[in-house]
């Protein structure tokens, strides 16, 4: 570092300055570890070259991770925030790679420790929350230096917001939009190093797309993923407070964020403006707030910058315009149009509303990182003293942290979670994956799992009750409860409950909702919202005022409403609109869907219980040969395919409770009777027949046969229900079977196809005899059960009569694994008998002639008793 510091002495010396550059070594390539280039990296606002940047870019690629890493620490220990200041957001790209997704960085969502344990535990360290990485964001901190941050890379909404004037309602955003110098293009932030730091590692979540072969990496094992944990126990305490920033020097004084002056003047979020020009408002001035919230703002920062990353990708307004029957069916018509070849160009008002709602599709990986947060909310909000949970107990002299806990999810998190979860309900594919979105939603709805008392309740889940300390949550989030409820009905009634795994997501629901006292909450809510009120108030908009960064966001915080009622009517109106149509959970419409679920769930139990029989049949019924893959199976068809077909006996068993739980709790939470799901059953005809299986799909008979009604395709799709398939073609043609040889099988067929014409003359006469040497040569060469089988498909009949089958020899058997492999076994076992291969099968040509004399005198005796 000595060196390092006299070399760097020297560039800044001018008559030095044009000698051969000297670069330290950094950063050199690793398998998961990608650095940018110095022309990627570059940023347009670093006015003047920094010899420490250069120096980084131009030897990027030459040491090993663990040299780079420390050599970056001495460098943030020695050299001054001047210095760093240059290099900081070519640092930050680096790691978290660059907004465009092209650069991926260190690649934090695919390092793990048990693949890469050196690496893994080098960056861990490096970017903790105490870590050198934070280091360096405080001592920038501290100088008030300040960085662009372009607005084109932030959610959605939060883009056109800004773009169009009107001041988003985060505080977030407040007095950092700038405007671009001459020439210049874009808006841009302007963020202190904390804000840019958290801005990049949030967005990296969604910009970076996973590398090839990652997909099977586990999320919770992944750095990122501890990284957001630890990040969240730091500057989101459980139990006592915040941790101060680390001190640039020792006993140097925390960095805290400086008010700055507005640079453009903005509408208020959510407010009519006609023009920049007609509506001035001005922005408040800073105040002087408690010295004590110097100590949440960066708490408050990163919950916004998470929640704003995150959750911030579906517009409120959008949503709300959404919800009338106008809006979705133009919306219906744009989707068709564009599914279309010869559309019209769509409207510029859908294309809009189709870019707010559609455009960004979470992964499986976000919604986990999402439910991380989540939980942790609940366990940082549910940390308040028992005292101060109460706000008749709010005096000013709680502190801010414990204002801000009380606050966090309501003010922050709510809203935007709420359109987040509405959009996944309704956009993710109907397949095993949504489960991580249903463990995210069923994560908030459950807050007394992550309070502190959980621990010292029982173990028996049956027997814990949900505390009524918990009714103002369930009032205040009852859109969540209930409007989710009634989409997830609508995702569970097209989906196979067959499977086990939708099995498993339709009890886990069952289950949480059945849980004792959450019912008669929900039905609370409902009722407060639901009761008369002569007088509404309608949702105000209010002017957000710029906050100061000394934890001033507390301060603009509306104060507490006791009044229940009107609690619950406001969060439902500032959600759904003044014009929502309010479906009660436990009304007659929801209960319909119930119904409508529970009678799929006794169709599913009976259909997993024909499967397990036929599997079973199927298994005793086989030969041994069979186990070693030689004999055919089921060849006229089966039930569609599902799990059950791959996880065999153990599946069936666990789809059985999986439904009959979830049945026993969607019974208990409506207060459905027995009587009652019986003659709904019976209704829709999903009694089963005598031996409880094979019952034909619900059809009436037309002119050329069955004819299925709707609910017999809904049975066919779902592999509630199936007709019998059975080959009715010619039986030489049909396709090889995957237990028989191809091209023995071809072979065979042209043999036997040009015996056939040289010699039908004299098979025909031998079939026509009378005696038993007719009977002899029709049992072998005339297929048996032609005349009496009964042909469904009217083509198949005019096919049939067209084409006439006469008698023909058949070799096809003898492309058979289990035929070749059964002659195998006999020659095996003559050899040690000492039996000699001719005479073995000379053996086995008597014993098939005296079993087809057999078969040949029960054939013509049944023909005679049934005449």
């Given at each position: 570092m000595t060196t390092?510091?006299?070399?760097?002495?020297?560039?800044?010396?001018?008559?030095?300055?044009?000698?051969?550059?000297?670069?330290?070594?950094?950063?050199?390539?690793?398998?998961?570890?990608?650095?940018?280039?110095?022309?990627?990296?570059?940023?347009?606002?670093?006015?003047?070259?920094?010899?420490?940047?250069?120096?980084?870019?131009?030897?990027?690629?030459?040491?090993?991770?663990?040299?780079?890493?420390?050599?970056?620490?001495?460098?943030?220990?020695?050299?001054?925030?001047?210095?760093?200041?240059?290099?900081?957001?070519?640092?930050?790209?680096?790691?978290?790679?660059?907004?465009?997704?092209?650069?991926?960085?260190?690649?934090?969502?695919?390092?793990?420790?048990?693949?890469?344990?050196?690496?893994?535990?080098?960056?861990m360290e490096f970017l903790d929350p105490g870590g050198p990485m934070m280091k360096l964001v405080y001592k920038l901190?501290?100088?008030?230096?300040?960085?662009?941050?372009?607005?084109?890379?932030?959610?959605?909404?939060?883009?056109?917001?800004?773009?169009?004037?009107?001041?988003?309602?985060?505080?977030?955003?407040?007095?950092?939009?700038?405007?671009?110098?001459?020439?210049?293009?874009?808006?841009?932030?302007?963020?202190?190093?904390?804000?840019?730091?958290?801005?990049?590692?949030?967005?990296?979540?969604?910009?970076?797309?996973?590398?090839?072969?990652?997909?099977?990496?586990?999320?919770?094992?992944?750095?990122?993923?501890?990284?957001?944990?630890?990040?969240?126990?730091?500057?989101?305490?459980t139990e006592g407070s915040v941790l101060p920033a680390l001190s640039s020097s020792p006993g140097g004084p925390n960095p805290s964020p400086a008010p700055r002056t507005p640079t453009m003047p903005f509408a208020s979020y959510g407010?009519?403006?006609?023009?920049?020009?007609?509506?001035?408002?001005?922005?408040?001035?800073?105040?002087?707030?408690?010295?004590?919230?110097?100590?949440?703002?960066?708490?408050?920062?990163?919950?916004?910058?998470?929640?704003?990353?995150?959750?911030?990708?579906?517009?409120?307004?959008?949503?709300?315009?959404?919800?009338?029957?106008?809006?979705?069916?133009?919306?219906l018509h744009y989707r068709l149009s564009v599914s279309s070849a010869l559309h019209s160009p769509a409207q510029p008002s859908l294309q809009a509303l189709h870019a707010y709602q559609e455009s960004f599709t979470p992964t499986e990986e976000h919604v986990l990182v999402v439910r991380l947060l989540l939980k942790h909310l609940h366990a940082f909000s549910n940390s308040l003293k028992p005292e101060q949970v109460s706000p008749s107990t709010h005096s000013h002299a709680t502190s801010p942290l414990e204002e801000f806990k009380r606050a966090a999810v309501p003010r922050?998190?709510?809203?935007?979670?709420?359109?987040?979860?509405?959009?996944?309900?309704?956009?993710?594919?109907?397949?095993?994956?949504?489960?991580?979105?249903?463990?995210?939603?069923?994560?908030?709805?459950?807050?007394?799992?992550?309070?502190?008392?959980?621990?010292?309740?029982?173990?028996?889940?049956?027997?814990?009750?949900?505390?009524?300390?918990?009714?103002?949550?369930?009032?205040?989030?009852?859109?969540?409860?209930?409007?989710?409820?009634?989409?997830?009905?609508?995702?569970?009634?097209?989906?196979?409950?067959?499977?086990?795994?939708?099995?498993?997501?339709?009890?886990?629901?069952?289950?949480?909702?059945?849980?004792?006292?959450?019912?008669?909450?929900?039905?609370?809510?409902?009722?407060?919202?639901?009761?008369?009120?002569?007088?509404?108030?309608?949702?105000?908009?209010?002017?957000?005022?710029?906050?100061?960064?000394?934890?001033?966001?507390l301060s603009s915080w509306p104060p507490a409403v006791t009044d229940a009622s009107f609690k619950v009517k406001s969060h439902v109106y500032s959600l759904e609109g003044q014009d929502c149509k309010y479906t009660p959970m436990f009304g007659p419409e929801v209960r319909t869907l119930v119904l409508r679920l529970a009678q799929?769930?006794?169709?599913?139990?009976?259909?997993?219980?024909?499967?397990?029989?036929?599997?079973?049949?199927?298994?005793?019924?086989?030969?041994?040969?069979?186990w070693l893959g030689f004999c055919s199976t089921d060849t006229n068809g089966s039930y569609a395919a599902n799990d059950l077909d791959e996880m065999g006996q153990d599946s069936v068993r666990k789809t059985d409770e999986y439904l009959e739980k979830a049945l026993e709790y969607l019974c208990q939470m409506f207060r459905l009777s027995e009587a009652q799901l019986t003659q709904l059953t019976l209704a829709l005809g999903t009694t089963q027949d005598e031996n409880g299986k094979k019952q034909l799909p619900d059809c009436v008979v037309g002119e050329d046969g069955l004819i299925l009604t709707p609910l017999g395709r809904y049975q066919i799709i779902n592999g509630l229900r199936r007709f019998d398939i059975e080959y009715q073609g010619d039986s030489e043609l049909q396709p090889i079977r995957s237990y028989e040889i191809a091209s023995l099988v071809r072979v065979l067929f042209r043999l036997s196809s040009a015996i056939n014409r040289r010699f039908a003359g004299p098979m025909a006469a031998l079939c026509s005899r009378a005696d038993f040497l007719g009977s002899f040569c029709r049992y072998h060469l005339t297929e048996p059960g032609l005349a009496d089988r009964h042909l469904l498909s009217p083509v198949a009949r005019g096919c049939a009569a067209r084409r006439p089958r006469g008698p023909r020899l058949s070799l096809r058997f003898l492309g058979s694994y289990r035929t070749l492999l059964s002659l195998l076994l006999a020659f095996f076992v003559a050899s040690l008998f000492c039996i000699g291969p001719l005479p073995c099968a000379l053996l086995?040509?008597?014993?098939?002639?005296?079993?087809?004399?057999?078969?040949?005198?029960?054939t013509e005796r049944s023909k005679l008793h049934h005449l």
């Amino acid at each position: 570092m000595t060196t390092f510091r006299r070399r760097a002495a020297e560039w800044r010396s001018p008559s030095l300055r044009r000698a051969t550059l000297w670069v330290p070594q950094w950063f050199p390539k690793v398998a998961v570890f990608s650095v940018p280039q110095e022309a990627a990296m570059a940023f347009p606002h670093l006015q003047q070259p920094s010899f420490l940047l250069a120096s980084l870019k131009a030897d990027s690629v030459n040491k090993p991770f663990a040299q780079r890493c420390q050599d970056l620490v001495k460098v943030i220990e020695d050299f001054p925030a001047k210095e760093l200041h240059a290099i900081f957001p070519w640092l930050v790209e680096s790691i978290f790679g660059s907004l465009d997704g092209v650069l991926v960085g260190w690649n934090l969502r695919c390092l793990q420790g048990r693949v890469s344990p050196v690496e893994y535990s080098i960056a861990m360290e490096f970017l903790d929350p105490g870590g050198p990485m934070m280091k360096l964001v405080y001592k920038l901190q501290a100088e008030d230096y300040k960085f662009d941050f372009p607005v084109s890379y932030l959610p959605g909404p939060v883009k056109a917001s800004i773009q169009e004037r009107v001041l988003p309602d985060s505080p977030l955003y407040h007095n950092k939009v700038q405007f671009p110098p001459t020439g210049g293009l874009g808006l841009n932030l302007a963020l202190n190093p904390f804000e840019y730091y958290m801005f990049f590692f949030a967005l990296s979540l969604i910009t970076q797309k996973p590398l090839p072969g990652t997909l099977h990496i586990r999320t919770s094992d992944c750095a990122y993923f501890i990284l957001v944990d630890r990040y969240l126990s730091w500057f989101l305490p459980t139990e006592g407070s915040v941790l101060p920033a680390l001190s640039s020097s020792p006993g140097g004084p925390n960095p805290s964020p400086a008010p700055r002056t507005p640079t453009m003047p903005f509408a208020s979020y959510g407010l009519h403006h006609t023009s920049l020009l007609k509506r001035h408002i001005s922005h408040q001035t800073s105040v002087n707030a408690d010295p004590a919230s110097h100590e949440i703002w960066r708490s408050e920062t990163l919950l916004q910058v998470f929640v704003e990353m995150w959750l911030h990708h579906y517009s409120l307004e959008m949503y709300q315009k959404m919800q009338s029957p106008h809006a979705k069916l133009e919306v219906l018509h744009y989707r068709l149009s564009v599914s279309s070849a010869l559309h019209s160009p769509a409207q510029p008002s859908l294309q809009a509303l189709h870019a707010y709602q559609e455009s960004f599709t979470p992964t499986e990986e976000h919604v986990l990182v999402v439910r991380l947060l989540l939980k942790h909310l609940h366990a940082f909000s549910n940390s308040l003293k028992p005292e101060q949970v109460s706000p008749s107990t709010h005096s000013h002299a709680t502190s801010p942290l414990e204002e801000f806990k009380r606050a966090a999810v309501p003010r922050f998190v709510q809203q935007k979670l709420y359109l987040f979860l509405q959009h996944c309900f309704g956009h993710w594919p109907l397949d095993a994956s949504f489960r991580a979105v249903l463990e995210m939603w069923l994560s908030y709805l459950q807050p007394w799992r992550y309070a502190p008392e959980k621990q010292a309740q029982s173990s028996d889940c049956q027997a814990r009750c949900v505390s009524e300390r918990w009714a103002p949550f369930v009032q205040e989030n009852l859109l969540m409860y209930t409007k989710l409820f009634v989409g997830f009905l609508s995702r569970a009634l097209r989906t196979d409950l067959v499977s086990p795994k939708n099995a498993l997501m339709v009890f886990r629901v069952a289950k949480v909702f059945a849980q004792p006292n959450l019912a008669e909450m929900i039905q609370k809510g409902e009722q407060l919202f639901l009761e008369p009120e002569l007088v509404i108030p309608h949702r105000q908009h209010r002017l957000f005022t710029a906050p100061t960064f000394t934890g001033s966001f507390l301060s603009s915080w509306p104060p507490a409403v006791t009044d229940a009622s009107f609690k619950v009517k406001s969060h439902v109106y500032s959600l759904e609109g003044q014009d929502c149509k309010y479906t009660p959970m436990f009304g007659p419409e929801v209960r319909t869907l119930v119904l409508r679920l529970a009678q799929l769930i006794t169709q599913a139990k009976q259909t997993a219980k024909s499967i397990s029989d036929q599997c079973g049949e199927s298994t005793a019924g086989r030969p041994f040969l069979s186990w070693l893959g030689f004999c055919s199976t089921d060849t006229n068809g089966s039930y569609a395919a599902n799990d059950l077909d791959e996880m065999g006996q153990d599946s069936v068993r666990k789809t059985d409770e999986y439904l009959e739980k979830a049945l026993e709790y969607l019974c208990q939470m409506f207060r459905l009777s027995e009587a009652q799901l019986t003659q709904l059953t019976l209704a829709l005809g999903t009694t089963q027949d005598e031996n409880g299986k094979k019952q034909l799909p619900d059809c009436v008979v037309g002119e050329d046969g069955l004819i299925l009604t709707p609910l017999g395709r809904y049975q066919i799709i779902n592999g509630l229900r199936r007709f019998d398939i059975e080959y009715q073609g010619d039986s030489e043609l049909q396709p090889i079977r995957s237990y028989e040889i191809a091209s023995l099988v071809r072979v065979l067929f042209r043999l036997s196809s040009a015996i056939n014409r040289r010699f039908a003359g004299p098979m025909a006469a031998l079939c026509s005899r009378a005696d038993f040497l007719g009977s002899f040569c029709r049992y072998h060469l005339t297929e048996p059960g032609l005349a009496d089988r009964h042909l469904l498909s009217p083509v198949a009949r005019g096919c049939a009569a067209r084409r006439p089958r006469g008698p023909r020899l058949s070799l096809r058997f003898l492309g058979s694994y289990r035929t070749l492999l059964s002659l195998l076994l006999a020659f095996f076992v003559a050899s040690l008998f000492c039996i000699g291969p001719l005479p073995c099968a000379l053996l086995l040509v008597l014993g098939y002639l005296l079993y087809a004399v057999a078969m040949t005198l029960l054939t013509e005796r049944s023909k005679l008793h049934h005449l």
